[in-house]
């Protein structure tokens, strides 16, 4: 005790990180010290009903209760141990009446407590903050009367003046493919003049570990107990102080297997594992939503079941936050697949994630426009993450939402030079579920923040506005027109020979949409060929040809979200995953050799 108070720590801060003592072995010390017994086990109905405290403000910072039958209960955390040790040894009698418990229990504990409070926190917040951010309800009466109005502006048109309407919708879809173009042309070439785009890239060898701040760990779980002995691999891993890490499990109440998969491992590493509540939405964001309630860390970070960040990742994180100004709300590392050669579908996913988060999104960071996030192995400070309503509960691609929200109230998201590895998902049936929810997700972000243009623009400025809906409603308007245009093109191509060089409208719109074709193509394979080898250089690049075929699946997703959205908007389709196993010393993963190399 004498030690730690000489060096300014907490004794459970000092224990931890100079002897190396996990949360049971810091209770056994407690109790040893105070002379009293420990509490192994506490049932959440056993605890008097704290007074006073939102959850949010209790449970992360909660040391002692009390329960029903009048024992104090206290852990490793409390402030003031010398004097009540000094008590304990006026008043022997006052140790019948005190209990050491292991702090995570008493969170874990308090969490089941306050479980349904927590979850209807974590679905009404950001509706009650401002429900024009929300994606509670599809549409708004006002929208819905201009979509009604819309189709019927256009099946007049159609009916009247079809020439018209034909010209007038190939200029915007020529308008919008060549944005989309314009946008992956610029990231290769930022290729080209440099390393690579710029990103943030600190340094995190020089972060001492006593300048590291409490970090919280998000890890959403469902039905993903084969995951479990890897996921908790990987945390160990992580190169950062094991007493500043906040790590929590988000399980749903019935997800048994995986809440006693992760009892089996109790003993590696210091975690919580915390149920939530069945009510409202059963989504990733809801359940991120219920930690953020419960978040210690002056930095939080998600991670999903198959996620391998690289070790020094929360500490470059740190280091870059520390550098950049405090309008700095979020780093989104890069995701790199590690089971490209898996499946044809999982080698076209790898080549749009390389061209994504090593082109794209560094690209357009660098540029200063809206990030839309990946939905994992993104780093926020909790204090803005808290101040702009956390994640939305109702928006099945919450990443993509959250970056624009954060853009339109004034704070900046950047990405960050460390790398993730996931898994793609190898067949279609899971593909095309996985990319149904997130063409539904980009649906209601799109909607959400059209809700009221004027104020969107207004936040976000002309060139945010305008990237806005390029990005976001562009990439849905070409995915649900993209075989209708192929079959388009094809068709008047067979018939160009018929048609009549007099006719020049005909001429001209061939001609366009044929260019648009073959530079939304070229496009995207030149990004996909600039950044494979920086992601996966042993991947053969001439995998990018098979692009036209991935974009004709990712039209069959589009059109599936829309009818979700139409008939269960906020229904979460899962990604199943499966533990990789280990891998033996002629089946490492070239992946993970190309992050040890660099």
């Known amino acids: 005790m004498s030690e730690a108070e000489a060096q300014g720590l907490t004794l459970s801060d000092y224990l931890k990180s100079h002897l190396a003592l996990n949360d049971e072995e810091c209770c056994q010390v407690l109790a040893d010290y105070l002379g009293i017994a420990i509490l192994d086990h506490l049932h959440p109905a056993q605890l008097a009903q704290p007074q006073g405290l939102a959850p949010d403000r209790l449970i992360p910072h909660a040391h002692s209760l009390r329960t029903r039958d009048g024992m104090t209960l206290v852990s490793i955390t409390m402030p003031g141990l010398r004097k009540l040790k000094a008590l304990c040894d006026r008043s022997p009698g006052i140790r019948n009446r005190i209990a050491a418990i292991n702090v995570r229990t008493l969170r874990e504990s308090l969490s089941q407590v306050y479980t349904l409070r927590l979850a209807r926190e974590a679905t009404t917040y950001l509706h009650k903050r401002d429900a024009a951010l929300s994606a509670l309800h599809v549409m708004t009466p006002a929208q819905a009367y201009l979509c009604i109005a819309g189709l019927a502006v256009l099946l007049l048109l159609g009916w009247s003046i079809p020439s018209v309407l034909l010209v007038g919708l190939n200029a915007l879809l020529a308008f919008t493919f060549l944005s989309v173009a314009l946008l992956r042309l610029d990231a290769a070439a930022s290729i080209s003049r440099t390393s690579g785009p710029a990103e943030t890239d600190p340094e995190a060898a020089y972060l001492p570990s006593d300048q590291c701040p409490t970090y919280t760990i998000l890890v959403p779980l469902y039905r993903e107990a084969e995951m479990v002995s890897g996921l908790i691999d990987t945390l160990r891993a992580l190169d950062y102080p094991g007493h500043k890490l906040d790590i929590k499990f988000l399980l749903e109440a019935d997800d048994r297997e995986t809440y006693l998969a992760l009892q089996k491992h109790r003993h590696r590493l210091d975690f919580e594992s915390h149920r939530i509540a069945g009510s409202g939405p059963r989504t990733k964001p809801k359940a991120l939503n219920v930690g953020l309630q419960m978040a210690r860390g002056t930095y939080v970070v998600v991670y999903d079941a198959e996620d391998r960040p690289d070790p020094d990742q929360l500490k470059k994180a740190v280091t870059a936050f520390n550098a950049a100004g405090s309008k700095l709300a979020c780093l989104q590392a890069r995701l790199d697949i590690r089971n490209s050669r898996d499946s044809w579908l999982a080698k076209q996913f790898t080549i749009e994630y390389a061209a994504l988060f090593h082109g794209l999104l560094p690209d357009l960071s660098h540029h200063g426009l809206p990030l839309p996030l990946g939905g994992t192995s993104n780093h926020f400070r909790r204090d803005i993450l808290v101040a702009v309503g956390g994640w939305d509960p109702h928006n099945v691609t919450e990443d993509a939402d959250l970056g624009m929200r954060l853009f339109r109230l004034g704070y900046d998201c950047r990405t960050l030079a460390s790398s993730t590895l996931e898994d793609a998902p190898t067949t279609l049936m899971p593909w095309l579920k996985q990319r149904a929810r997130w063409f539904k997700g980009w649906m209601q972000t799109w909607l959400v923040h059209m809700r009221r243009p004027l104020a969107t623009k207004r936040n976000m400025g002309f ?20 075989p209708f245009f192929i ?79 139409v008939t269960r908007p906020h229904h979460w389709h899962k990604t199943p995953h499966q533990s990789s196993g280990v891998k033996t010393e002629d089946q490492t993963d070239p992946a993970l050799v190309h992050r040890e190399q660099k």
């Open 463 to 482: 060139a945010g506005f305008l990237f806005f809906q390029i990005m976001i409603g562009g990439m849905l308007l070409a995915a649900f027109i993209h």
């Open 487 to 565: 079959f388009a093109l094809g068709y008047a191509l067979y018939e160009l020979g018929s048609v009549s060089t007099k006719n020049i409208a005909e001429l001209s719109l061939f001609f366009l949409n044929t260019i648009n074709l073959f530079v939304g193509y070229g496009a995207a394979m030149l990004l996909a060929y600039r950044t494979l080898p920086r992601a996966h250089p042993d991947l053969n690049r001439q995998a990018i040809f098979g692009l036209p075929v991935y974009w004709v699946l990712m039209s069959a997703g589009a059109y599936l979200a829309l009818w979700d959205l």
